[in-house]
C-alpha cells in the first residue's frame, strides 16, 4: 500500500463546475496535510494546508480532513481553465518532519 | 523577495558519468530540502537539511548520492556514477517555518 494515494485522472471538469479531488493516506498518526499545485514543466506550489478535521476554505479552494477516515480532499469551486494543472496531495507523517508526496492527479477543465 | 535559484537547468550526461547540482534557497530559509521527481510521479524526498545539518536523508542512495550544505546556506546534489533509472527532474525547497515549502526551477537530467 502506498503511503499517499491519488487517483493520477486526468479528471476532466466543465468550467464553471466544481472539481473534486480525493486522497488517502496510510500513517493513522499524520499531522499535517498539504495540496500543492504542478503545471506542467514547473515546480510545486503550495495552494493549500490543513491540520484539523474539517473544512478549511481560502476563495475558490476547500480543504477537507477526515483523520478517522484517513482521507483528504480539496474542492475547486467555480473552475477555471487556467486550474488546469497536476494536483499533488502530500502528508507529513507522526514520526519525522518528512513530507510524502502522492503521486497526483491530474485536472483539465474544460471550456 | 527572491525564489530559490538552481542550476544548471538542463543536463544531459551518459551513464556511470558524474553530475553535481547547485542550489541557493531564499535568504533566510534554514530548512533546505532536495527532491527527485520522476515523470509522472511526485517528488520523493531525497535529503532534508536543518541548517547544514542533516535531518533526514533515509532515501538517498548514498552509494552514488551525496549531498553537502556549506555553511548552512548554498547547497550541492552530486550524483557518481548515474544510471539510467536516475533521469528525473531534481528539485530543491525551501522553508522558514518547515510548513510551507518553496521549489526552485528544478533541473532537468537526461542520463543516456
Known amino acids: 500500500q502506498k503511503e499517499v494515494e491519488q487517483n493520477s485522472g486526468p479528471l476532466s471538469v466543465p468550467e464553471g463546475a466544481i472539481a473534486s479531488l480525493n486522497c488517502t493516506y496510510s500513517?493513522?498518526?499524520?499531522?499535517?496535510f498539504f495540496w500543492y499545485r504542478q503545471y506542467s514543466g514547473k515546480s510545486p506550489e503550495l495552494i493549500m494546508f490543513i491540520y484539523s478535521n474539517g473544512d478549511k476554505e481560502d476563495g475558490r479552494f476547500t480543504a477537507q480532513l477526515n483523520k478517522a477516515s484517513q482521507y483528504v480532499s480539496l474542492l475547486i469551486r467555480d473552475s477555471q481553465p487556467s486550474d488546469s494543472a497536476t494536483y499533488l496531495c502530500?502528508?507529513?507523517?507522526?514520526?519525522?518532519?518528512?513530507?510524502?508526496f502522492g503521486s497526483g492527479t491530474r485536472l483539465s477543465i474544460r471550456p | 523577495e527572491a525564489g530559490v535559484a538552481q542550476s544548471p537547468r538542463y543536463k544531459i550526461i551518459e551513464k556511470r558519468q558524474s553530475v553535481a547540482f547547485w542550489c541557493n534557497p531564499i535568504?533566510?530559509?534554514?530548512?533546505l530540502y532536495w527532491y527527485q521527481q520522476i515523470l509522472g510521479q511526485g517528488p520523493k524526498l531525497l535529503i532534508q537539511?536543518?541548517?547544514?545539518?542533516?535531518?533526514?536523508d533515509s532515501q538517498l542512495p548514498k552509494d552514488r548520492f551525496s549531498a553537502e550544505r556549506l555553511k548552512g546556506v548554498d547547497s550541492t546534489l552530486k550524483i557518481q556514477p548515474a544510471k539510467l533509472e536516475d533521469s528525473a527532474v531534481y528539485l530543491c525547497?525551501?522553508?522558514?517555518?518547515?510548513?510551507?515549502?518553496?521549489f526552485g526551477p528544478g533541473t532537468r537530467l537526461t542520463v543516456l
Open positions: 525547497a525551501s522553508s522558514l517555518s518547515g510548513i510551507e515549502q518553496f
Open positions: 537539511f536543518q541548517n547544514n545539518g542533516v535531518v533526514d
Open positions: 502530500a502528508v507529513r507523517g507522526s514520526s519525522a518532519s518528512k513530507i510524502i
Open positions: 500513517d493513522r498518526g499524520s499531522q499535517s
Open positions: 535568504s533566510g530559509h534554514a530548512t
